[in-house]
């Protein structure tokens, strides 16, 4: 990241350059970083630093879709001080992730089809800049991943990840995540494709499973749903015998099974 400059008022500007400490963090952990600052040509009074974490969601509206980016955690990281003419000052800041933060990173790499951000909001001699949007990269909980892990044994393929606008229930968020695969294994026989859902808490996360039947020649596709809790603190293998039982219990619906 770079230092960029804001024009304030009356002056040469202020830079500004926030640096978020280690590469990716998970829900429930705390991000850490730093909002650096130069000062421009002239003394300003600095009212106010936030952050917001931000996410680029799809909305339904009639017939048409469109993307929009919500802030889902605004905090104030500092309150007013003064900013020396040219001279160099920086914020530390720690924000709790909340635990339902959507995945946006899987093993490392970018999940395609997800955007989350930090931006830095700076409030300067009474103008508001809302800065550049920092990517930020969300890995899953240990439970999810043995989810995840699970679903890619089990012969699916991973489609596309994206946020719908809505709340759940059992949920607080505006938005919901949608992590979207192919069918893959047996389970071709009974699905085209599967969507996945994560509500997670801080002991443990309900796992919502949404999949559309494989219709033939005389019949229709319906969806199916399946609900189910995984507690953090069970074993790694209960996840995925979670998992299976709700794959039966969807495929089993109507008889497919």
Known sequence: MVFRKLM?????????DTVLTGTTVRPGETLRGVVNFRGGGSDYKVEGIFIDLTAVVEVESGDNEYKTTYSFLRQ????????????????????????????????????????????????LAGAI???????????????????????GRMGFHFKKADLERGTLYGSTMPFFQEIEYFAGGQWRRYFNEL???????????????????????????????????????????????????????????????
């Open 129 to 151: 800049d809302k800065g550049d949007l920092d990517p930020l990269f969300v890995s899953p909980l240990p439970a999810q991943e043995h989810v995840l892990g699970a679903l």
């Open 8 to 16: 304030a008022a009356f002056g040469a500007g202020v830079e500004v």
């Open 195 to 257: 969507e996945l859902t994560f509500i997670a808490g801080p002991r443990q996360m309900d796992v919502i499973l949404e999949a559309d039947k494989r219709g033939g020649f005389l019949t229709s596709s319906h969806d199916t749903y399946n609900r189910f809790t995984v507690h953090y603190d069970a074993n790694p293998a209960a996840a995925e015998e979670a998992l299976q039982r709700g794959l039966e219990q969807m495929a089993r619906h109507r008889g497919w099974f």
């Open 76 to 123: 104030q990281v500092a309150g007013t001080f003064q900013l020396a003419a040219g001279a160099q000052h920086g914020q530390p800041f720690e924000i709790p992730m909340p635990w339902e933060t959507p995945v946006s990173a899987v093993a490392g790499h970018p999940l395609p089809g997800m955007k989350l951000g930090v931006a830095t909001e700076l409030a």
